[in-house]
């Protein structure tokens, strides 16, 4: 196949669609990159660390800031659909490495749809639950992982949710941009109503620390890992660039500006619901900002409100991974390590079709086999083998200062594993 990222459909050459701009670049990492940090894994990260939990994510905000500018100078130097694949084949000449680091991203994303279908469902079963509140099953994950049961309504939506953006990316890349802008533009509007209401309702006295600072870092470190599952939308924006119209200018503005939109909103969220709840969230898991907003002067309707941004917060982080994950798909495709089928995209809507209908479906089958906090968790761990990948790939293929800035962030990765490693392996340890 041509290196100009086409495919052939009855010998016309196909390529992918140029009409993402600087409103799009936003709309897709802002939508990905809240999605699981706030609604998703909160509760588990205050349960974790108590007052501390705002650091947790301001920590995995500046590990992954260094990331962000690999993926920037990296995509640019090679505009192409793969993100780290494409990096990692130029930076180390080894396909099966590659290769590796390419499927697993794919699960990788094909984990994070499920973490954000299973939140759509929740909440929306909360709100609306129509299908009944019939226990399907109850999951007893080893170990140490919550249990999770599984209600009628929620297990319905979190199937409908994916299959609802498989259709809506299968319609074009402009058409599932433009939803996207519109859902992020809600959910942003919402926690800042969330965050400006939610002061009035902060008790003080939820934030006196029971232990010192050297006794809640381990926690607030391991509890971060958690939240690089929400910045995927790196990986996401850079899928992309082959459908940027201007890339160069667009690809930085759009990947800087969104951690800065994103750690303000996950840093306030954090800071005020423990103000509003406390430390001790016990179960509330990832419905828990319903929980804080209910405590609000807004009462019901506040809980109401937050369903409603949870919901389309989740709907956008599925629309904007299923993008990711099915470009991603079609490199590999195209580069042999999957079926060559992959790579076939539609000559009417310029998407790769059969790429998103996969991507789609292995979703759907994570939903039904694992609990929420195994699938945030896996996806977790498989980003931050992609974000060191990504660095290390930097400092092959970047240069002058460029290397340093990524030299310091695979420093930073090789950090987090090792104390993650000890806590998983001895979790008396924090």
């Given at each position: 196949m041509a290196k100009d990222q086409t495919t052939d459909t009855n010998d016309?050459?196909?390529?992918?669609?140029?009409?993402?701009?600087?409103?799009?670049?936003l709309g897709i990492a802002v939508g990905a990159l809240i999605g699981g940090g706030v609604f998703s894994v909160l509760g588990i990260v205050i349960n974790n660390t108590g007052p501390m939990a705002f650091l947790s994510f301001i920590l995995a905000g500046v590990v992954s800031s260094f990331t962000a500018f690999s993926y920037v100078h990296l995509a640019l130097r090679y505009p192409k659909a793969g993100g780290a694949f494409i990096y990692a084949q130029?930076?180390?000449?080894?396909?099966?490495?590659?290769?590796?680091?390419?499927?697993?991203?794919?699960?990788?994303?094909?984990?994070?749809?499920?973490?954000?279908?299973?939140?759509?469902?929740r909440y929306l079963g909360e709100v609306l639950p129509i299908f009944g509140e019939k226990v399907l099953w109850e999951f007893h994950p080893p170990f140490g992982a919550f249990d999770y049961t599984v209600t009628s309504s929620a297990f319905i939506y979190q199937l409908?949710?994916?299959?609802?953006?498989?259709?809506l990316n299968m319609l074009g890349v402009k058409e599932s941009s433009r939803a996207q802008n519109l859902l992020v533009l809600t959910k942003v509007s919402i926690l800042v109503f969330y965050i400006i209401t939610g002061i009035f309702a902060v008790q003080k006295t939820n934030f006196s620390l029971s232990s010192?600072?050297?006794?809640?870092?381990?926690?607030?470190?391991?509890?971060s890992v958690l939240i690089f599952v929400s910045m995927e939308g790196f990986e996401i924006l850079s899928n992309s660039v082959e459908e940027m119209k201007n890339p160069e200018r667009d690809l930085p503005i759009g990947m800087y500006l969104s951690i800065i939109i994103v750690l303000i909103l996950y840093v306030s969220v954090a800071i005020i619901t423990v103000g509003i709840l406390g430390s001790d969230v016990g179960?509330?898991?990832?419905?828990?900002?319903?929980?804080?907003?209910?405590?609000?002067?807004?009462?019901?309707?506040?809980?109401i409100i937050m369903a409603i941004a949870a919901i389309i917060s989740a709907a956008s982080a599925i629309n904007a991974t299923l993008m990711g994950s099915s470009r991603l798909s079609y490199m590999l495709s195209h580069e042999r390590i999957i079926p060559k089928a992959f790579a076939k995209i539609s000559p009417k809507t310029r998407v790769p079709m059969r790429a998103i209908i996969i991507s789609g479906i292995l979703s759907m089958i994570f939903v039904l086999l694992f609990s929420l906090e195994v699938v945030a968790m896996a996806a977790s761990v498989i980003f931050m083998i992609i974000f060191g990948a990504v660095n290390a790939s930097g400092i092959k293929l970047l240069e002058g200062k460029k290397r340093?800035?990524?030299?310091?962030?695979?420093?930073?990765?090789?950090?987090?594993?090792?104390?993650?490693?000890?806590?998983f392996i001895n979790p008396n340890i924090v």
């Open positions: 016309v050459k196909i390529q992918l669609s140029k009409e993402l701009g600087l409103k799009e670049a130029q930076a180390f000449k080894k396909k099966w490495f590659s290769g590796f680091l390419g499927i697993i991203l794919w699960f990788g994303y094909t984990f994070s749809i499920s973490l954000y279908a299973m939140t759509f469902g409908i949710s994916i299959l609802l953006f498989i259709g010192t600072f050297g006794q809640t870092i381990i926690p607030v470190i391991t509890s179960e509330m898991g990832e419905v828990i900002l319903t929980h804080a907003a209910r405590q609000s002067f807004l009462k019901e309707t506040g809980a340093i800035i990524s030299g310091i962030g695979v420093i930073l990765i090789i950090g987090y594993w090792i104390i993650w490693i000890i806590t």
